[in-house]
């Protein structure tokens, strides 16, 4: 069983520019979370998809971020115009609906994000 | 709103001594979800543990033990007889069981240094 991934590891880029990642779920993994880690701390929660619907986004999910998740399979995060701050680990995890209780969440290796 | 502490930011122990990592936090669901994860050098997360806030019973799983006290608000894990691969960061984090409560409040995580 293939865990989750996430493409690409790491990108370098130009403040101004726009970046996509792209995480891959575990195989009929229907829940599909993204996090944003910055060093020494926590990861933070941004946002979480249902299948193909986009169910909770934090207040720190800019309108220059946005996910998608088209088919309830890979997901997309694109950010635009980043800055500095940007700079990050973004973290993306997978879970199965359960029955009766929450669900446990496993994490990708990540997309470590450097904005020059 | 949701909080995890853990007030140890760095701990360093020599091999195979005990070490326990602590983790208090703040929640006011009657029904939550309490989790330790591990980041190793690599940076990925690796899924440890749940307990379930109605299930108080304490385990053991091998060097690993959990420690889950609700009238002191407080999850603290231990290892016993460490080893060197155990050196990595440690995060306490936080769940509720439905809407926005699902995502993951993490604490700022506990490095883990074991020497030979």
């Known amino acids: 069983d293939t865990g989750v991934s996430q493409d690409p590891r790491h990108k370098i880029t130009k403040r101004g520019q726009n970046v996509t990642f792209r995480c891959d779920p575990i195989?009929?993994?229907?829940?599909l979370y993204w996090y944003r880690q910055t060093l020494g701390q926590g990861p933070e929660f941004l946002t979480y998809f249902q299948n193909e619907a986009q169910l909770e986004k934090s207040r720190l999910l800019s309108d220059r971020f946005s996910a998608e998740r088209p088919k309830g399979s890979f997901s997309t995060l694109e950010i635009q115009r980043t800055e500095q701050g940007d700079s990050a680990m973004y973290l993306c995890?997978?879970?199965?609906?359960?029955?009766?209780?929450?669900?446990?969440?496993?994490f990708g290796p990540g997309t470590r994000l450097t904005v020059l | 709103a949701q909080k995890v502490t853990q007030a140890q930011t760095e701990i360093s122990v020599v091999e195979k001594e005990d070490v326990t990592l602590d983790c208090v936090y703040e929640t006011r669901d009657t029904t939550y979800y309490l989790f330790w994860y591990k980041q190793p050098p690599s940076g990925e997360l690796v899924f440890l543990i749940r307990?379930?806030?109605?299930?108080?019973q304490n385990e053991i799983s091998g060097r690993y033990s959990w420690n889950f006290q609700k009238s002191t608000s407080s999850f603290n894990f231990t290892i016993t007889a460490s080893q060197v691969v155990d050196s990595a960061v440690y995060f306490c984090?936080?769940?509720?069981?439905?809407?926005?409560?699902?995502?993951?409040?993490f604490g700022s995580g506990t490095q883990l240094t074991v020497l030979p």
């Open positions: 195989s009929e993994h229907n829940r």
């Open positions: 995890a997978s879970s199965v609906i359960p029955s009766g209780s929450t669900d446990t969440q496993y």
């Open positions: 307990r379930n806030s109605f299930d108080e």
């Open positions: 984090a936080l769940s509720g069981s439905s809407g926005s409560a699902r995502q993951l409040t």
